[in-house]
Structures are given as structure tokens and as C-alpha cells.
């Protein structure tokens, strides 16, 4: 008697889901030690985890992806990476694809054991989104770090996690900051939600596509325009992408 799908995706999740508790205790565990090495260092062995769990979820639940527009990153400076957010899928997929890159993100994900300790050691800009008027001069000022130091930020405009098919306001303190630091935007669209949307225990198998755009310049654009051109990229590009 053959075995009814959805209880083989809930074995194959299962099993998914068990990789990545493991792979979160030994990373988040580490964390103390990795403090004591130089940034390069505790990051390569950081990003470990995010190709781990990618690589895990490809054999277990049948998960995998491939790239349009490879050669549109940028090698000779960093940049901020905005893309729509629909899935943990893409948080830990862009750090495999990307050079090395942090995040803006919730304080309160610092405070998640093992995973927030992890977190902590890939010099993330965490933010009071109660915070108001005091976010966005926070995403600008420790955002202008980031990218001087060569790390790429990736910001979601969308400011959280969105169902595929449904339209979310984009927000413009990414914006602000990219005008006030001069790099460059790199749009990036993907339909990782068909696959592991939010708040799903079970993934679906087949292949998320990944595009990636051309860099966006900022220099001497106002920010509300800047935004709306990046929006409009996102948008038009993610409804060309099929989940096959």
C-alpha cells in the first residue's frame, strides 16, 4: 500500500526539521568560541549553516532552486540586496549566493537561543521597529558601517514575511539609507513562498527560482522615487517566475 502524500511531506519535513535543530545547536553553540576569531573567519564558517540546512532541505524534502542574472552582482564593492520576503527559505539560500552580507533585522531575534548567539557574530543592524523615526537613522548610520566595512545588507522592504499573491506596502528606510550611503541597489526577486511559506510545517518539493537584477544607483535620487523603482522591478520580475 503506497504511502498517502501528505503524510510522506510531513515525514520528509520532519526529517528537515530535525537537520536544522541539530545544525542550530552545534552553530549556536560554537558561538562563544567564534567571538575569539577575526569577522572573515567566523563568517565562513557561519555561512556553513545556511548551506547545510539549503543543501538538507534539497535531499530530505526535495527542495531546490536555481539563478537568473548571476553575473549582476557586483564583485568590486558591496551593495544592498532588497528582495521580497516570503519564506526563511531566502534567509538562508542569499547567504550561499552572495558575498558575505548581514542583515537588517528585529532586535528580538537576537534574543533567540542558539540561533539569535549565532546571529549576534555577523555584525547584523537590529532594529526597535517601536523605535519610529530612530529605526530608519538606525539602518542609516549602522547600514553605512556595514557597507563600508564590504558586507552587503540585505533589507526586505516589505518588513516581513508575505503570502505569494498578495500585495504588501514596501517601506522606505531602506531607501533612505542606500540614498545617504551612495551604493548601489541590487533588486532580487524569487517565489521561495510557493515552496515554504509562512508559518508551514510542510515543503513543498520542486524548484524555487532565484532572479537577480541590475544594480540600481542611488547616487543623487530622492528616496520615495528610488523606492518606487525597486518596488516596480520586484514586483513585475516575481510574477514572471514559475515554481516548477
Known amino acids: 500500500m503506497s504511502i498517502p502524500v501528505k503524510l510522506w511531506l510531513g515525514v520528509r519535513a520532519t526529517l528537515f526539521w530535525f537537520g536544522f535543530l541539530v545544525s542550530t545547536l ?109 529605526a530608519v537613522d538606525q539602518v542609516r548610520n549602522q547600514g553605512k558601517e556595514r557597507l563600508d566595512e564590504g558586507i552587503w545588507l540585505v533589507i526586505f522592504p516589505e518588513g516581513t514575511r508575505v503570502k505569494p499573491g498578495v ?6 528606510g531602506g531607501a533612505v539609507m542606500a540614498v545617504a550611503s551612495e551604493y548601489p541597489i541590487v533588486p532580487v526577486a524569487h517565489n521561495a513562498g510557493a515552496s515554504w511559506p509562512r508559518h508551514s510545517y510542510i515543503k513543498k518539493p520542486g524548484t524555487i527560482t532565484v532572479s537577480i537584477g541590475e544594480p540600481i544607483p542611488t547616487i543623487g535620487k530622492q528616496p520615495e522615487a528610488l523606492m518606487q523603482e525597486v518596488e516596480t522591478w520586484i514586483e513585475t520580475e516575481r510574477a514572471k517566475l514559475v515554481f516548477h
Not at 538562508?92 to 528580538?108: G, M, N, S
Not at 500585495?167 to 522606505?172: E, F, G
Open 26 to 134: 552545534v552553530y549556536g553553540g560554537m558561538a562563544p568560541l567564534l567571538a575569539l576569531i577575526s569577522y572573515e573567519k567566523r563568517y565562513q564558517i557561519l555561512v556553513g549553516w545556511c548551506r547545510f540546512n539549503v543543501w538538507w532541505l534539497g535531499v530530505t524534502c526535495g527542495v531546490h532552486y536555481e539563478i537568473k542574472g548571476l553575473d549582476n552582482i557586483p564583485t568590486e564593492h558591496a551593495a544592498i540586496l532588497m528582495a521580497n520576503h516570503q519564506s526563511t527559505w531566502e534567509t538562508l539560500a542569499f547567504a550561499t549566493i552572495f558575498p558575505p552580507l548581514t542583515w537588517v533585522l528585529k532586535q528580538e531575534l537576537m534574543k533567540v537561543p542558539f540561533f539569535g548567539w549565532g546571529l549576534r557574530l555577523i555584525k547584523p543592524v537590529a532594529i526597535d521597529r517601536a523605535a519610529g523615526r530612530n
Open 167 to 172: 500585495k504588501s506596502k514596501y517601506k522606505i
